[in-house]
């Protein structure tokens, strides 16, 4: 009897590993366009040595399969349940609709696992394109891509592996709390000491840029930033609930202003005071990284900023539209403060860093 032993394919992630690489370099090198990105000769040829060593033969017909356009495109998101998210998913919807491609839209929780794992799958169905809206690691996700011939771009978080168009988080930061700032002192109230910064996660970009332009507004109104009056306890409405709470126990009073950082941490607050002193929904100042319209009914002294989706995903769309090879870069658009309830005040236009 004899027996007939299947050999694994060899991939380049294999190649990867033993070369002590990225998969994307070693895709470089053999579909030979190492010198485009500046990998030495020397390097090329070692690693296309170790390809040879290893028996590795390019998948033809997968190659054929991305050759050809399928004419969908893909978009991973961290959640459906806000109005800002919500609006992503349907303006990116219909503008993808409209220049023919079929939208696949998949919702990831900002799990870095549940994203990486979605994105192959998308890969599997040959989408032309993947686009991160607040990803936790868009940059793993863009070698990925890339290693398969599939662009991305970044929505919300930027990335550096490839182009992001984000809000303007400090001037909006600073704005809103500047607006928030002027009210109170409209009314004469001691703000100096009793405004909180509340929710969001410091190591992301938009949460670090929302502190600087919160720190800033402070600052230039001529007072002092504490460091224990900024709680950025994550997004989730429980922990700003929580966080709100332990606050209050803390100093045993309301404060007078408080930037909270989305509409989710937002609802923790809104929940916390509906239970236990509802009187301070109508003399806190609120100011809301993010727009809801109901937000507004609860509290009549809510400002809000309000995220130009609109102009985000049609930048978004122009960029994938032109498609010219080009180095990553920051697209930055100016959200809107909503600073009373008889209209809105619109920022300065995009621009890009």
Same mark, same amino acid.
């Given at each position: ?5 299947? =050999? ?19 895709? %470089? ?48 998101? @961290? ?27 998949? #919702?990831? &929780? ?9 994105? =192959? ?10 686009? #991160? ?20 771009? *970044? ?27 002027? &009210? ?13 910064? +509340? ?5 992301? &970009? *938009? ?9 800033? %507004? ?6 002092? @930033? ?6 950025? #306890? ?13 606050? +209050? ?11 909270? *950082? ?11 005071? %509906? ?35 609109? %102009? ?28 009373? =309830?008889?209209? #809105? ?9």
């Amino acid at each position: 009897m004899s027996t007939t032993e299947t =050999k694994k394919q060899v991939t380049i992630y294999d190649i990867a590993e033993r070369a002590g690489t990225s998969a994307s370099t070693v895709g %470089a090198v053999l579909n030979g366009s190492w010198r485009n990105r500046r990998i030495s000769e020397k390097r090329a040829n070692a690693i296309q040595q170790i390809a040879n060593e290893m028996g590795y033969a390019p998948n033809m017909q997968a190659r054929a399969l991305r050759s050809v356009r399928s004419s969908m495109i893909g978009m991973i998101i @961290p959640m459906y349940d806000n109005r800002y998210f919500g609006a992503i998913a349907e303006r990116f919807e219909m503008a993808a609709r409209a220049r023919g491609l079929l939208p696949m839209t998949s #919702c990831t &929780h900002r799990e870095p696992e549940l994203e990486l794992a979605t994105v =192959k799958q998308m890969l599997s169905y040959n989408v032309d394109r993947i686009v #991160c809206a607040g990803a936790s690691d868009p940059d793993t996700i863009a070698r990925i891509c890339k290693a398969q011939g599939v662009p991305t771009i *970044n929505l919300d978080l930027p990335g550096a592996a490839a182009t992001s168009i984000i809000s303007d988080n400090y001037t909006g930061a600073y704005r809103l709390t500047a607006a928030l700032i002027e &009210h109170a002192q409209v009314k004469g109230l001691d703000w100096q000491n009793e405004f909180l910064f +509340l929710g969001g996660r410091p190591t992301d &970009h *938009n949460t670090s840029e929302r502190i600087r332009g919160f720190r800033d %507004a402070v600052s230039d109104a001529g007072a002092i @930033p504490l460091d224990e009056n900024i709680l950025a #306890c994550g997004y989730a409405a429980a922990k700003s609930k929580a966080a709100f709470a332990a606050k +209050l126990e803390e100093t045993g009073r309301m404060p007078t202003a408080m930037f909270v *950082n989305s509409t989710i941490s937002l609802e923790g607050v809104f929940d916390w005071l %509906a239970q236990n002193d509802r009187a301070a929904l109508d003399t806190i100042l609120f100011g809301s990284f993010d727009w809801d319209p109901f937000a507004q009914y609860m509290a009549q002294n809510l400002f809000s900023v309000r995220q130009d989706v609109s %102009a985000m995903v049609d930048t978004m769309f122009r960029i994938i539209d032109g498609e010219p090879p080009h180095k990553p870069e920051i697209i930055q658009i100016a959200p809107i403060v909503i600073s009373d =309830k008889a209209g #809105c005040d619109t920022a300065p236009s995009s621009r890009m860093s």
